[in-house]
Nanobody
């Protein structure tokens, strides 16, 4: 059973940077996808970035060129480097894991960008 724990959220000024971490535990091997989604108040949860076990990445249009997803050496940890953040990036960021259609979500970490 997979568990995900996020860290690194907080308050950052517009134009600044922040790095989120997601530590996964459990059966993280083989073919899977990990990544980040976010949800702002009144909005639906949206894709931020994902990375497959192959290393292939995918980004939401609103963060392309500003955010970078990567994995740790153990490949059970994923990071989200957020650069040039904007007030519209304010949301709860959720770590995500998917293996053969079985989804696991972290508890979420708040990111607030002040203007």
């Amino acid at each position: 059973q997979v568990q995900l724990v996020e860290s690194g959220g907080g308050l950052v000024q517009s134009g600044g940077s922040l790095r989120l971490s997601c530590a996964g535990s459990g059966t993280i091997f083989g073919t899977y996808t990990m990544g980040w989604y976010r949800q702002a108040p009144g909005n639906e949860r949206e894709l931020v970035a994902t990375i497959r076990s192959t290393g292939m990445t995918n980004y939401g249009d609103s963060v392309k060129g500003r955010f970078t997803i990567s994995r740790g050496n153990a490949k059970s940890t994923v990071y989200l480097q957020m650069n040039n953040v904007k007030p519209e990036d304010t949301a709860v960021y959720y770590c995500y894991f998917n293996k053969y259609g079985v989804e696991v979500w972290g508890q979420g970490t708040q990111v607030t960008v002040s203007s």
